[in-house]
């Protein structure tokens, strides 16, 4: 939700064409609300960085060294989170997609050092979340774990990869004075779509990874593609174990 607080400038008064800004110009430091969506991305990223830290400190969730994809997958998404908590201290100091002064400053270099600062930050948040993305869908399939993520996560991806080629296409086109071929949609378009595949991922893991009950008669069967801690160490679904009808004396 800390992740998707940009949608408020649907119903915010910001100043900047979300077709053409960059997203991060939101939270520039000449923005009357700059300062609530440094304040959103800073818990996106520290959330993101508990849980996927907790992960790997645990093991649970399948961030164990048997299982490469899924540790590969929740280092990324650490990494993630600690550039989108260090990317909301390093903000822009103007908007140089609708500031033509701002524009010239930082073609000529006279924007602070923050400006460099902040893009490097948001390539890796961005290289990051790929990462997470492919590494935590491929074992998700792999291994049949988070039935949502399994399920959509792939089709997620290809949008993702597509909208991060528009993304930089853009980027590259803006940089080079060739306008900015619709920058802030396709930059908004590829973060919405990590919005989703998180949600996708806490729905799965929190249908998945729960304390093992002990076996009683009536029991509830546990649902299609979760998995008891033990067998998430193994990186693999056990067969259940057949029923036995039980016959009158």
Same mark, same amino acid.
């Given at each position: 939700?800390?992740?998707?607080?940009?949608?408020?400038?649907?119903?915010?008064?910001? $100043?900047?064409?979300?077709?053409? /800004?960059?997203?991060?110009?939101?939270?520039?430091?000449?923005?009357?609300?700059?300062?609530?969506?440094?304040?959103?991305? =800073?818990?996106? $990223?520290?959330? =993101?960085?508990?849980?996927?830290?907790?992960? =790997?400190?645990?093991?649970?969730? $399948?961030?164990?060294?048997?299982?490469?994809?899924?540790?590969?997958?929740?280092?990324?998404?650490?990494?993630?989170?600690?550039?989108?908590?260090?990317?909301?201290?390093?903000?822009?100091?103007?908007?140089?997609?609708?500031?033509?002064?701002?524009?010239?400053?930082?073609?000529?270099?006279?924007?602070?050092?923050?400006?460099?600062?902040?893009?490097?930050?948001?390539?890796?948040?961005?290289?990051?979340?790929?990462?997470?993305?492919?590494?935590?869908?491929? /074992?998700?399939?792999?291994?049949?774990?988070?039935?949502?993520?399994?399920?959509?996560?792939?089709?997620?991806?290809?949008?993702?990869?597509?909208?991060? $080629?528009?993304?930089?296409?853009?980027? /590259?086109?803006?940089?080079?004075?060739?306008?900015?071929?619709?920058?802030?949609?396709?930059? !908004?378009?590829?973060?919405?779509?990590?919005?989703?595949?998180?949600?996708?991922? /806490?729905?799965?893991?929190? !249908?998945?990874?729960?304390?093992?009950?002990?076996?009683?008669?009536?029991?509830?069967?546990?649902?299609?593609?979760?998995?008891?801690?033990?067998?998430?160490?193994?990186?693999?679904?056990?067969?259940?174990?057949?029923?036995?009808?039980?016959?009158?004396?």
């Amino acid at each position: 939700m800390a992740y998707t607080a940009w949608v408020l400038e649907v119903v915010l008064s910001t $100043g900047l064409d979300p077709v053409q /800004a960059y997203i991060s110009e939101l939270a520039a430091e000449d923005q009357p609300l700059g300062g609530l969506f440094r304040a959103t991305d =800073l818990v996106a $990223g520290l959330c =993101l960085l508990a849980a996927a830290g907790t992960a =790997l400190a645990t093991g649970r969730a $399948g961030a164990s060294r048997r299982n490469r994809w899924a540790l590969a997958g929740w280092a990324a998404l650490a990494l993630f989170g600690a550039a989108t908590a260090a990317d909301s201290r390093l903000p822009l100091s103007c908007t140089p997609t609708s500031d033509e002064m701002c524009a010239a400053r930082e073609t000529a270099g006279l924007v602070p050092a923050t400006h460099t600062a902040h893009a490097v930050t948001s390539s890796l948040a961005m290289a990051g979340a790929l990462t997470a993305l492919v590494s935590l869908t491929v /074992a998700a399939r792999r291994y049949r774990w988070w039935p949502p993520v399994r399920r959509f996560g792939p089709w997620l991806l290809g949008a993702e990869l597509l909208a991060t $080629g528009w993304s930089l296409a853009s980027i /590259a086109a803006f940089q080079a004075g060739r306008g900015t071929w619709a920058l802030g949609a396709g930059q !908004r378009l590829q973060v919405l779509l990590v919005a989703l595949w998180l949600g996708l991922l /806490a729905l799965g893991v929190a !249908r998945s990874v729960r304390p093992a009950r002990p076996a009683t008669p009536n029991a509830p069967e546990r649902p299609e593609g979760s998995a008891t801690p033990d067998e998430e160490a193994d990186g693999r679904e056990r067969p259940a174990e057949p029923v036995r009808e039980r016959r009158p004396a």
